[in-house]
């Protein structure tokens, strides 16, 4: 099943940008200004958010456009509530519990909004992105994720691919001339880079949701495509299908060769950028939102990216992991409905320019105004932008794609493969009674 050509025009325009941050960040944090509710004269609006590491583009671009709204705003109070990607959705899933979620929350695409939505627990933006010209500065398609009966419900902070950062001193150090193109080349890596005392693929499988986004790959490829979830949904596949069987014993392979750092399952997200940030690893397989990270920490200058690599000769590396991005949805409960709108508008039509001067504009959702190159940007993130050029389609992560039951059972059970080495064909059945059993 090739990719709908919507979504390829989709990640096409994405060649004009890079990513803010869907699965990225993961260290828990909190920016206080105050409890919310009104305090004298002041509003004050909740902002939950995944942008917790302070080194990274994204925290300084958050602050940055809070601080500015604040000064031209002094009516109003920005609350921060700052938490890994995990955190967040597990305090969001008990606030909606209670009905009672921030002002402004983070979401994503698809799958994993709709239960929101069908609540009634977030406002439609239709109105916020009518002022200003909102609307026009996203790429074609993109909004159409964050959607529902004709409103649009998230605005969404990138459109990324996931890709394989490398660093080539590290290649070097282990004799290794090139990433590899194959499967087969990447065990062989793993085994380079071993010998060579060097840990070969930087992770954080805390956060369960970074083992997915690697499988995924896999399967795009062992699938020989786009489409394996989909077609599971129509019914025209299960899970125990040869494909999905070999992706999940190509991705144990991985795991055991030692890919990955001891206790991989007790690091979080960004933990395990930060040991490939700071020179303990040789790889990263994560999304382009982590470029302007990469690009800005000590080894920035010897890192470079490659393509996911075909696998037992199949799939196409120019089709990706898609990663539209996390988004902002608004409470329908809010208290300050109209200047929590307000705000997020004003935030969305900053995010671009800010993001673009922070060096963190590649892979973004909106449309950037300006030259990369004259603007300085580097080599890593001017080969990502040409990665996007090329985008011949892919597939959307499982949590985005299948119901949050069934994708909690594929979370575990990719999770539970960095800790004990599993019957692949049990992992498929594990799947496929998920998904008989979640309709």
């Not at 004009?16 to 993961?26: R, T």
């Not at 080194?55 to 700052?82: A, F, G, R, S």
């Not at 300085?376 to 990665?387: H, M, N, R, T």
Request: net charge negative; glycine share 10%; hydrophobic share 40%.
């Amino acid at each position: 099943m090739k990719m709908p050509s919507k979504t390829i025009a989709l990640l096409l325009a994405g060649a004009m940008a890079f990513g803010l941050a869907g699965c990225g960040n993961s260290d828990s944090s909190s920016s206080d200004s105050g409890a919310s509710g009104n305090s004298g004269d002041k509003t004050k609006i909740t902002f939950q958010n995944i942008y917790p590491d302070p080194t990274t583009p994204t925290y300084k671009m958050i602050h940055q456009i809070v601080d500015q709204y604040e000064k031209e705003h002094p009516n109003i109070d920005i609350e921060l509530d700052t938490l890994n990607t995990d955190q967040q959705k597990l305090k969001l899933k008990t606030q909606a519990a209670s009905k009672e979620i921030p002002d402004i929350t983070i979401v994503n695409p698809a799958a994993q909004m709709k239960p929101y939505v069908d609540a009634g627990l977030l406002a439609p933006l239709n109105d916020v992105i009518d002022k200003g010209g909102l609307k026009d500065t996203y790429q074609k398609g993109l909004l159409d994720y964050y959607s529902k009966d004709g409103n649009v419900y998230a605005l969404p902070d990138g459109n990324n691919i996931e890709v394989g950062f490398y660093n080539k001193a590290l290649f070097a150090k282990a004799g290794i001339a090139a990433p590899p193109t194959t499967f087969d080349e990447l065990l062989a890596d793993v085994k380079k880079l071993k010998d060579a005392g060097i840990t070969p693929i930087a992770i954080g499988e805390k956060d369960s949701w970074t083992g997915s986004f690697l499988f995924m790959n896999i399967l795009l490829r062992t699938n020989g495509g786009p489409g394996f979830l989909q077609d599971v949904a129509d019914g025209k596949k299960t899970f125990n299908d040869p494909a999905f069987v070999e992706a999940v014993d190509a991705f144990q392979k991985l795991v055991q060769a030692g890919a990955f750092p001891e206790g991989a399952t007790s690091i979080d997200a960004t933990a395990g950028g930060n040991m490939f940030r700071t020179g303990q690893a040789a790889m990263f397989f994560i999304g382009t939102w982590e470029t302007g990270a990469n690009d800005g920490s000590t080894v920035g200058k010897d890192v470079s990216v490659f393509k996911f690599p075909t696998v037992n000769g199949k799939g196409n590396p120019d089709e990706f992991m898609l990663a539209p991005g996390s988004a902002f949805a608004v409470s329908a409960n809010s208290e300050h409905l109209q200047e929590t709108k307000d705000f997020l508008n004003y935030f969305a039509l900053n995010l671009p320019k800010v993001s673009f001067e922070l060096k963190n504009a590649v892979g973004l959702g909106q449309k950037v105004d300006g030259d990369f190159k004259a603007a300085g940007y580097s080599p890593l993130a001017i080969d990502v932008l040409d990665l996007f050029k090329n985008v011949k389609g892919g597939d959307l992560s499982f949590d985005n794609t299948m119901n949050p039951a069934v994708s909690q059972v594929h979370l575990s059970s990719i999770q539970s493969l960095f800790v004990q080495q599993v019957d692949p064909k049990q992992i498929a059945q594990e799947h496929q009674a998920a998904f008989e059993a979640n309709p």
